[in-house]
């Protein structure tokens, strides 16, 4: 049997398509979009994937990240479903990769003018969890009123002492829209802020796209007082020795042992000794 | 005199058969306190609904600050709810975030209007709980965890906080027993002379009316039967609707 190129057929495509300008011109604000059934199930990745499947050409070069790692089974399984649908190169370097779709992390190395970044979305509302209404939330976005949202920081600070979200903190686009991050940790959010790559966020179960161009402002959400001051755990990789990059907490036996490593997997390869 | 703060005239709406509102017409000015009183079904709350752009009327006109209400956009009335009008609820519930702290609670039409500042806005919090009589150590404690009187008081101090011009009082006292609503009735009549505000308040409790009001407006039936003074109001009831509600007030 034989699939259309990347999968989807190409009246889908071109839907997408339109979707993703709509939401590139218009940067944070969510575009509705129609989902198809994915051969995968929701939760992995189906926004991403159709995102990916629009934009994807024969001289693309794709790399998958699933937290940070190129071998993960959602990785690995996204990976080879665009080297068999759509016949593209894949690679796990972030340097080479034309096309990065990422599930909750961002790469630490800083990605260039060219290249996009696609993020798996699972819940794309950051208002979703204040204000149960769909149509008081869009009007909410639609009137830039987003006091609420400062009021959930607020209750952080109050209980926690500080911020308390380790991961999919608010972030401000253009100084308009109100935006989810996609729930990458808090340390990612400094990179999205003017970075040089156009970012791309598909949301498959909520049937949502939205996206921020390059070079466009994303500001955390803080007060002047307690300013945005993400979380990274005070260790060295234990593998390459970074003290700048994310770590993941790897527990290695049943009596306390553990390390700390680089969350990006490339990363750390090319840094390793 | 100065002009009305908010003048409404010939408001009129139906709910299917049900004359809800039948030809109204209120006005008030800065620094008064009106009450609206009248048995249930009158068409008090709906009343409050049009005059605060919550609903809209089929016909007539609310006029606040010389705009129109009714032709404002949703972003103006929203701006004006939020900054220069002020709504008490009934059930402090409907006013209060119950997931939210007191601190949280008073912050939030603050934090609206673009405050940033994480202490002043807990400053001005804590101040206005001592205002409004709550201990200043409940400042983080969830709404659920305090008696129906503070409730209501708190939800007073979050409507407050942003010194609004106008505020709309929904039955405020109605639920409380009656040692509480004597302490409530107490705080808003002093914040009221304090700040200057101008309150529209509906109460079918003729000696709520009486201890907050200036002026009475009496309603039946969707229609105004009767506004003056209060003390005219209550003393010498003119209209035969006005007599029996005066007449049926419990002595205690």
Same mark, same amino acid.
């Given at each position: 049997m034989t699939y259309s190129y990347a999968f989807l057929d190409e009246a889908t495509k071109r839907m997408i398509r339109r979707a993703i300008l709509k939401a590139v011109a218009i940067p944070g604000h969510q575009v509705p979009f129609g989902a198809r059934e994915m051969p995968l199930p929701y939760g992995w990745g189906t926004g991403g994937i159709q995102v990916t499947a629009s934009i994807i050409g024969r001289s693309d070069v794709l790399k998958v990240i699933d937290q940070g790692a190129d071998d993960t089974t959602n990785a690995v399984s996204i990976r080879r479903f665009f080297a068999r649908t759509a016949g593209v190169a894949t690679t796990t370097h972030t340097a080479e990769a034309s096309i990065i779709q990422t599930r909750h992390r961002i790469p630490e190395r800083v990605l260039q003018p060219g290249q996009i970044i696609v993020y798996q979305v699972p819940m794309p509302e950051p208002l979703s969890r204040l204000e149960p209404r769909v149509v008081e939330s869009t009007k909410l976005h639609a009137l830039a009123d987003y006091g609420l949202m400062q009021v959930r920081l607020y209750e952080d600070i109050a209980r926690h002492g500080r911020s308390a979200s380790a991961y999919n903190h608010p972030v401000m686009v253009n100084g308009r829209y109100l935006m989810s991050p996609s729930p990458i940790p808090a340390f990612d959010n400094p990179k999205m802020d003017r970075m040089p790559a156009l970012q791309l966020f598909g949301a498959g179960r909520e049937k949502r796209i939205y996206a921020v161009p390059p070079y466009t402002s994303v500001k955390s959400l803080d007060f002047e007082d307690h300013p945005f001051d993400p979380i990274r755990a005070p260790h060295p990789c234990a593998i390459c020795g970074a003290t700048d990059s994310y770590l993941d907490e790897i527990v290695t036996d049943d009596v306390g042992g553990r390390m700390f490593v680089c969350s990006d997997t490339d990363h750390c390869e090319e840094r390793a000794p | 005199m100065s002009a009305p703060l908010m003048q409404a005239t010939g408001l009129t709406l139906n709910f299917g058969r049900i004359r809800a509102l039948d030809d109204v017409g209120i006005s008030i000015w800065p620094g008064e306190v009106v009450a609206i009183v009248g048995e %249930? /079904? %009158? /068409?008090k709350s709906t009343l409050l609904r049009v005059l605060s752009g919550q609903a809209q009327a089929d016909a007539g006109q609310v006029l606040y600050d010389g705009q129109d209400v009714g032709a404002m956009t949703e972003a103006g009335r929203r701006r004006l709810l939020r900054a220069e009008w002020g709504f008490v609820h009934q059930n402090p519930r409907d006013g209060l975030r119950m997931a939210v702290s007191a601190g949280g609670n008073i912050g939030e039409r603050l934090m609206a209007q673009g405050n940033c500042h994480y202490g002043n806005i807990r400053k001005s919090a804590a101040s206005w709980l001592q205002k409004v009589e709550i201990e200043v150590d409940r400042l983080d404690d969830l709404p659920r965890t305090f008696s129906g009187g503070m409730q209501q008081r708190l939800q007073i101090a979050r409507t407050l906080v942003t010194e609004p011009r106008l505020i709309f009082m929904d039955e405020p006292t109605g639920g409380l027993d009656v040692s509480v609503q004597a302490r409530l009735l107490d705080l808003i009549r002093a914040l009221v002379a304090e700040l200057g505000l101008a309150v529209l308040i509906v109460t079918h409790d003729i000696a709520a009316a009486r201890l907050l009001a200036h002026r009475i407006v009496v309603m039946r039936h969707g229609r105004v039967v009767e506004e003056g003074l209060t003390d005219r109001v209550l003393d010498d009831p003119q209209h035969p609707y006005t007599q029996l509600l005066v007449t049926s007030v419990l002595a205690a």
């Open positions: - | %249930s /079904g %009158s /068409g």
